[in-house]
């Protein structure tokens, strides 16, 4: 907002204390006319908006103090005031019991200040106090008529244009299937007339959804780097205020300063907040996200002849999003991005291992197997945590060893102080770990064994059996029931050792067993009978006598493997306890040498 003069009346009676330096006659005068600055505005705007109540209040009713007439007097240069006498008959309406002066200032008063303040009241143009015109790409003053419309604006209120990308897919690992899709959104902002001519309905935008740390936002931004278009990244939480109306109001700002920027890529992160679905509670902040959440519809169905402008939002709770939103015709491509395959993984450790040294012994191919099941975000965490604990140690190479210490704290949690276990129990817990290794060898179903692990940093486990992740969420029986057994087996063994002397190390297994075994019986359909009502009183001590038969099934199977495995068992353990670590490929190779006929056990058709 600007104003073309400055005139200030102040009652002389009114301000105490302050010798004027010229009688009632006497006046400031100037040939210029001058603004009140933006800042002025501004601040006046955020006391108002201010989340202090009692600031806030205080501005309303007028009792903020500002600057005092003596303070204001200081900066007014005695050299720019001229002094003009004035008739009685210029000033009949003040009279002499209350004696006012006029000032009108003149704009050398302003010349501490940024010269860009000032309208050239010539052009109507912003520009120093020569004249001298200045960029105001943050300036978005729909009414100012002195910009040139035909300038893109690189910055609105609440909302920044990055216009020279640094990102292409090259800095992307990997998803070489998803940069084929997201290669055709390019192509459909550069060459949007192209599908037009074939009556092809271009879509206004697209949702990368999945888990946390695998290049979602990285994409979405090499997305507008390969297309070489402006680029707009907000959050979903942005729109979110207490005052009604202002994030409607951001939703328009933003759009608008996309349409004047392109073709342009509107970037939302965590798009869930912004596009939740609407519910029908009656809170007040609910209506309010539920009117910010209809203006965003209103945008995206709005834009229908503005070619360029392009939508991407990202999200892990993508089952939160209102149905509205994703329905054809406004977001109709929906893109889930999961964890690396591992050929994505070995792309990502090739990236982020450039610039870290290594020992020769440190292979990519390993690095790709035991980073099986992390996220990209993950697999560089490991990588770059490597390379400080070697730097820690002053080693200017990372080994395998580094690798291991860091997969463990990122697998186990890690604590400053071990458990202070007896030899005695750490006996129980080595033999306890052999047991799941033994029957998860023996498993032909279930997801092999990688290693064996104690690991008395840990606050969750002193120690733990790895296994591969699986690349598939559907099992067989037999695989299931393998899992089982393999859960069961760390007490078997530990019973098969010491008796009833036994610890309570296998807690969390038995949690584990019984929800698979309900699972298998209730759910998958695996029991006597496909579908059990839950809720009829005859079939709960059908279903109970199912669960326990299953378990004590599995029990069963993995006992006889225990007991004919305990020389080999207890072999292992010592290795364990005493290099803290062992493969299963030494486990395998132990087994071969010494123990061939564990290979050859039969236990299940």
């Given at each position: ?224 780097g390969e297309a070489n278009t402006s680029f ?247 695989a299931l029931f393998e899992h089982l057994m393999?859960?069961l087996s760390g007490r078997i063994a530990e ?111």
């Open positions: 907002m600007y104003i073309s003069s400055l005139v200030i009346i102040y009652s002389v009676s009114s301000v105490a204390g302050f010798n004027l330096p010229f009688n009632r006659n006497h006046f400031l005068n100037s040939n210029k006319n001058y603004p009140f600055s933006r800042k002025y505005y501004e601040n006046y705007i955020k006391r108002l908006n201010s989340q202090n109540l009692t600031q806030q209040n205080e501005e309303i009713l007028g009792k903020t103090e500002h600057e005092s007439l003596d303070e204001f007097w200081k900066h007014l240069p005695t050299e720019n005031i001229q002094f003009i006498n004035e008739t009685n008959n210029d000033n009949e309406n003040i009279t002499q019991s209350k004696p006012r002066i006029r000032i009108l200032l003149n704009k050398n008063i302003f010349s501490p200040f940024d010269g860009s303040l000032f309208v050239n009241v010539n052009d109507g143009n912003r520009g120093d106090s020569q004249g001298n015109k200045n960029d105001w790409e943050d300036d978005d003053d729909e009414d100012y008529q002195g910009d040139d419309p035909r300038v893109k604006r690189r910055k609105s209120e609440n909302f920044h244009v990055i216009t020279k990308n640094p990102y292409s897919f090259k800095d992307v690992g990997g998803y070489d299937r998803i940069k084929t899709e997201l290669n055709q959104c390019i192509d459909m902002l550069k060459n949007h007339t192209k599908y037009q001519k074939y009556s092809v309905r271009v879509p206004k935008g697209l949702i990368l959804e999945g888990p946390p740390g695998n290049g979602k936002t990285l994409l979405a931004k090499a997305l507008a707009i990244s907000v959050s979903g939480s942005e729109f979110q205020e207490k005052y009604v109306g202002v994030g409607s109001s951001r939703i328009r700002e933003l759009f608008k300063l996309a349409k004047k920027n392109a073709p342009c890529i509107i970037f939302i992160d965590e798009i869930d907040a912004l596009g939740r679905a609407r519910g029908n509670d009656g809170e007040s902040s609910s209506a309010e996200r539920d009117n910010t959440l209809n203006e965003l519809l209103v945008a995206l169905d709005g834009f229908k002849n503005s070619n360029g402008i392009f939508v991407v939002g990202a999200t892990n709770r993508a089952d939160l999003l209102d149905q509205a939103l994703l329905r054809p015709g406004r977001i109709d491509k929906r893109i889930y991005i999961g964890n690396p395959d591992e050929a994505t993984r070995k792309e990502i450790i090739e990236m982020y291992i450039k610039g870290k040294p290594t020992e020769e012994s440190v292979d990519i191919a390993t690095i790709v197997e035991i980073s099986s099941g992390f996220s990209g975000a993950q697999i560089e965490n490991l990588l770059n945590e490597a390379m400080l604990n070697a730097l820690r140690d002053d080693r200017t190479m990372f080994t395998n060893m580094d690798l291991d210490v860091v997969f463990n704290k990122m697998l186990a949690g890690w604590q400053p102080t071990e458990h202070a276990f007896t030899n005695d129990i750490i006996d129980h817990i080595a033999i306890h770990e052999l047991g799941h290794a033994v029957v998860g060898l023996i498993c032909k179903h279930h997801a092999r064994v990688t290693k064996v692990v104690i690991n008395l940093s840990s606050p969750r486990s002193p120690a733990y059996t790895i296994f591969e992740n699986a690349n598939s969420n559907i099992y067989t029986r037999e393999i859960l019973e098969a050792f010491y008796g009833v002397s036994v610890t309570t190390g296998a807690i969390n297994d038995f949690e584990e067993a019984l929800k698979l075994a309900e699972k298998m019986i209730l759910y998958y359909g695996l029991g006597e009978k496909i579908i059990y009502p839950k809720n009829s009183e005859k079939y709960k001590e059908m279903i109970d006598n199912e669960i326990t038969n299953l378990i004590q099934d599995a029990y069963g199977y993995a006992e006889f493997i225990v007991n004919q495995s305990k020389e080999f068992i207890f072999e292992g353990s010592e290795i364990l306890k005493e290099n803290k670590s062992i493969l299963a490929e030494d486990l395998i190779l132990l087994m071969k040498i010494n123990h061939p006929h564990i290979l050859h056990l039969k236990m299940m058709n």
